[in-house]
Nanobody, 124 residues
C-alpha cells in the first residue's frame, strides 16, 4: 500500500502561482512513477503531468506545458507540481497518483494509488 496526501491548493488570482505537494508513505516511493491529474466540476479527470521514478523523464499535457513543472524528491518521498501563470480554466481538484508498473503515469485508469485531492481555484 502507498498512501498519498496532497497539499498546497488554494485560491489565487489569474497569473499567480501555486506549488502543490504530494507526500507518500508506505512502500518504497522511488519505485513508483508519479502523476498529477485534475478534475473540474462536470468534467472527466484529466492528465496534467507525469514524472518517472528517477525524476529524469517528465511529460505534460499540452494545456499546461511551459507553465507547470513536475518534480520529485525521493529522499523526502514527495512529488511537487509548480504551477505558474495560472488561468481560470486551471480551476479543479488536483490529484496525485502512483503507478508501480509503468515508466510514466499518463493514464488515470492504470494508477495504483490516489490521493484525496486538493482544490485549486483561479479567479479572473
Amino acid at each position: 500500500q502507498v498512501q498519498l496526501v496532497e497539499s498546497g491548493g488554494g485560491l489565487v488570482q489569474a497569473g499567480g502561482s501555486l506549488r502543490l505537494s504530494c507526500a507518500a508513505s508506505g512502500r518504497t516511493f522511488s519505485n513508483y512513477a508519479m502523476g498529477w491529474f485534475r478534475q473540474a466540476p462536470g468534467k472527466e479527470r484529466e492528465f496534467v503531468a507525469a514524472i518517472s521514478w528517477s525524476g529524469y523523464i517528465t511529460y505534460y499535457a499540452d494545456s499546461v506545458k511551459g507553465r507547470f513543472t513536475i518534480s520529485r524528491d525521493n529522499a523526502k518521498n514527495t512529488v511537487y507540481l509548480q504551477m505558474n501563470s495560472l488561468r481560470p480554466e486551471d480551476t479543479a481538484t488536483y490529484y496525485c497518483a502512483a503507478s508501480g508498473g509503468r515508466k510514466l503515469l499518463r493514464d488515470a485508469s492504470v494508477a495504483d494509488y490516489w490521493g484525496q485531492g486538493t482544490q485549486v481555484t483561479v479567479s479572473s
